[in-house]
């Protein structure tokens, strides 16, 4: 990492930002400071609700709707931003301060394309021609590993998977080269394999442009990897701050060390009974795409019992998602079939019954685009209890209750809220208690604890486990989190280019040997050590200097 640095780029002095809801104002960052350096890359961490986004953006001089700076100054290279024009900081945003946002679903304009996305701020500002932008997108999305990364940008955001689609963000921010980019939360979406290839790119490239950067994530290992200074945030207040070294080997605070020792959980796996029939088949599947030419699923075969969570894992573009959305009959298969508590589905969801749709139950991996941003809470979660349950007035507000509460929100703070009035984790509750409202018997998780920090994300894998138990519910949980795999799955699926490689236990699975991929997606997940990704990026150019020599 870059340590020369020069004069601060970025200063919050005594910030206080407010959030307005329930008809009045409440202090949401009370009193932060931050000093940031040329080429310095600061890491900021804490629970899902801290404020750590709210600072993001505030660096820009902006606050999301619903939100104003109440006191305190922000500076950015001797502009004050606090008391600069709108003109001002369009100028800067996009050109000398880029974003990249957590969700990148719901960041992309869906009726354009990705490379005119990418071309777009290089042209207002004035950074080159079009054609100049597009071949810079080329390069930059070779150097991020997105997959044909000559033709990939003429894709909408529609035609590649969330991964893809996040490295593609990545790569529009650094089109101007800016001064100061945050990155929110941005290899949520990323399985272990990509995420360390884009953030070795990140990091060369804040290094090569001497770029600074606020690294936004609820993932210490990453952060480790990327910061040169630490900043642990709660309920808005900074509860310390030191190098990065000095805070994983030391944190002073009670807190702090919460944070370091999560994970705890792990679920106590039961043998599946031989003579226990599944809830879930999947028959020799094979689907692909309207127009497309190569098939995204090959042969898919496994079964999942009542009770049993199954794991799915892989790389972006895998076909993880893609055997859930045949599953619920988003996706009509070329070959092979499902079969639900021994009945064969009709392939596609509108041929299915309202006790079929009712039974399978999915939990998507963006909740900003998976709830109508213009309607409440009550409205998102009452709609399947009315249309599944048949549920009216008092009974209805009952179960309301019941399942805010089952999600740890309290009902009468948040049942009359906007979903934007809700930080990412928040957000993904409410889907999952939008899914657990229909009574379902089968819940497919993608990626559900993605946007979560790890202390939130424990609590919800202990609710999913404690539900299960109670209700007998079967999970299928899409994930590129092994800790995850490791804290709830039963059994381990997994995936490479559109086949199932190795499925079994998981502690046969995660045991060695391994399968040749299991052990590069095992050896791809960082560790709360700050020179794991040199090690790991060495060793693995020697490895292919090795086979290269043998070649």
């Given at each position: ?113 990705l490379i005119d996305q990418f071309s777009e701020s290089v042209i207002q500002h004035g950074v080159g021609t079009r054609e100049e932008a597009y071949a810079d997108a080329r390069d930059l999305y070779a150097k991020i ?20 689609l996040q490295r593609a963000m990545t790569a529009m921010a650094l089109s101007c080269r800016p001064d100061l980019i945050i990155f929110d939360e941005p290899t949520t979406a990323l399985d272990v394999t990509t995420q ?356």
């Amino acid at each position: 990492m870059n340590t020369d640095h020069g004069q601060y780029l970025l200063e919050m002095n005594d910030l206080h930002i407010e959030g307005f809801s329930d008809g009045q104002w409440h202090e949401i960052v009370k009193g932060f400071n931050l000093e940031l350096k040329r080429g310095e890359v600061l890491g900021l961490i804490g629970e899902s609700g801290a404020g750590k986004s709210t600072i993001g953006i505030a660096a820009m001089g902006f606050c999301k709707a619903g939100c104003r700076i109440k006191a305190g100054r922000i500076r950015f290279d001797g502009i004050e931003l606090t008391d600069a024009s709108e003109e001002t900081k369009r100028k800067l945003r996009g050109s000398r301060i880029a974003y990249v946002a957590q969700s990148a679903a719901a960041a992309f304009n869906p009726a354009h394309k990705l490379i005119d996305q990418f071309s777009e701020s290089v042209i207002q500002h004035g950074v080159g021609t079009r054609e100049e932008a597009y071949a810079d997108a080329r390069d930059l999305y070779a150097k991020i590993k997105m997959p044909e990364p000559d033709t990939i940008g003429f894709r909408y955001p529609h035609q590649v998977s969330g991964g893809q689609l996040q490295r593609a963000m990545t790569a529009m921010a650094l089109s101007c080269r800016p001064d100061l980019i945050i990155f929110d939360e941005p290899t949520t979406a990323l399985d272990v394999t990509t995420q360390i290839e884009v953030l070795a790119t990140i990091r060369d490239i804040v290094d090569y442009f001497n770029t600074s950067a606020i690294y936004i994530s609820h993932d210490l290992a990453v952060v480790a990897q990327m910061a040169d200074k630490i900043v642990v945030l709660r309920y808005g207040e900074l509860i310390e701050e030191a190098e990065t070294r000095q805070m994983l080997a030391d944190p002073k605070e009670n807190y702090t060390k919460s944070l370091w020792a999560v994970r705890t959980f792990k679920k106590l796996s039961v043998p599946r009974s031989t003579h226990s029939e599944p809830v879930l088949r999947v028959n020799d599947i094979t689907a692909r795409y309207p127009k497309a030419t190569q098939p995204v699923l090959i042969d898919v075969n496994f079964e999942i019992h009542r009770g049993e969570t199954v794991a799915i894992v892989g790389e972006s573009g895998s076909g993880k998602s893609t055997a859930a959305r045949v599953i619920t009959g988003l996706l009509s298969p070329q070959e092979g079939s499902v079969e639900f508590e021994g009945q064969t589905l009709p392939s596609d969801c509108g041929n299915r019954s309202l006790e079929q749709l009712k039974k399978i139950q999915m939990i998507y991996q963006m909740p900003d685009t998976a709830v109508n941003p213009r309607h409440r809470i009550r409205k998102i979660v009452g709609r399947p209890l009315s249309f599944y349950l048949g549920l009216e007035g008092s009974e209805k507000q009952q179960r309301l209750n019941e399942l805010m509460e089952m999600i740890e929100m309290d009902p009468k703070q948040f049942l009359d809220r906007y979903p934007g009035e809700l930080s990412g984790g928040q957000k993904q509750r409410i889907c999952i208690a939008r899914a657990l409202a229909a009574d379902p018997g089968f819940i497919i998780c993608d990626e559900i604890t993605s946007a979560l920090d790890q202390l939130v994300a424990e609590g919800i894998l202990r609710l999913l486990d404690r539900l299960q138990q109670e209700l007998g519910l079967a999970y299928m949980f899409i994930t590129h989190d092994l800790a995850t795999v490791r804290a709830i799955a039963d059994r381990v699926i997994v995936m490479l280019d559109g086949r199932i490689v190795e499925q079994g236990p998981k502690l046969e699975v995660l045991t060695p040997p391994h399968h040749e991929y299991t052990e590069l997606l095992l050896s791809s997940v960082p560790e709360m050590n700050p020179d794991w990704m040199d090690n790991i990026m060495a060793q693995r150019a020697s490895q292919k200097g090795i086979q290269a020599a043998g070649n």
